[in-house]
């Protein structure tokens, strides 16, 4: 986004036609770098995040979860292990207001399988389960490059969570609006759409 005034433009834009695409680690929940979570009680949500959930499922018509999790595909733990995690994760989500729609995860090993982000395969999923998805209208939030490709890529709007990585100098080319977390962008969506 050039200005504040562009940002504010386009976010009073939004409304249940949207799509919301999140990152899961570094978003949801507290990312272990350089290594992963493997079970559900080495998972923590991000501060402020289950507000920020509960505040965006009044925006959002549909909300997906898109993930690479590769610690799959290495063997460090098992798929029925991550998709405890999910399910779990979900469930908290909705008990506090919130929802998640659908979660889709990249296990595979290799950067070269089309569902593992910036390659588009999860979000071409998603527009399979939900037909209405307008990537024009959806928005991707992460906290890595590859997240804001991803987005690129299908022609989304991105939001670049700084959790992991030091903010990147704006205007940029994969990069619409930068926050310290989802909980500080979503105030700020709050703020305008409100």
Do not use: C
Request: charged fraction near 25%.
């Amino acid at each position: 986004m050039e200005n504040d005034s562009d940002r504010m433009t386009f976010q009073s834009k939004i409304n249940k036609n949207w799509t919301l695409f999140l990152d899961r680690d570094g978003v949801i929940n507290e990312e272990i770098v350089g290594s992963y979570i493997t079970s559900w009680s080495e998972f923590q949500f991000h501060e402020g995040s289950l507000d920020a959930l509960k505040s965006l499922s009044k925006l959002f018509g549909t909300i997906v979860v898109v993930s690479n999790q590769r610690g799959v595909g290495r063997g460090i733990m098992t798929l029925e292990t991550l998709i405890d995690i999910h399910t779990q994760m979900t469930e908290t989500i909705n008990k506090s207001g919130g929802r998640i729609d659908k979660v889709y995860t990249a296990t595979a090993v290799s950067d070269n399988d089309h569902n593992r982000k910036p390659n588009t395969g999860m979000g071409l999923q998603a527009k399979e389960d939900f037909i209405d998805i307008d990537f024009r209208r959806s928005i991707m939030v992460g906290n890595s490059i590859s997240d804001m490709e991803f987005g690129k890529r299908l022609n989304m709007h991105t939001v670049f969570l700084t959790t992991k990585h030091d903010p990147v100098e704006l205007p940029n080319d994969l990069v619409d609006e930068q926050y310290p977390s989802l909980r500080a962008w979503e105030q700020s969506l709050a703020a305008v759409v409100a």
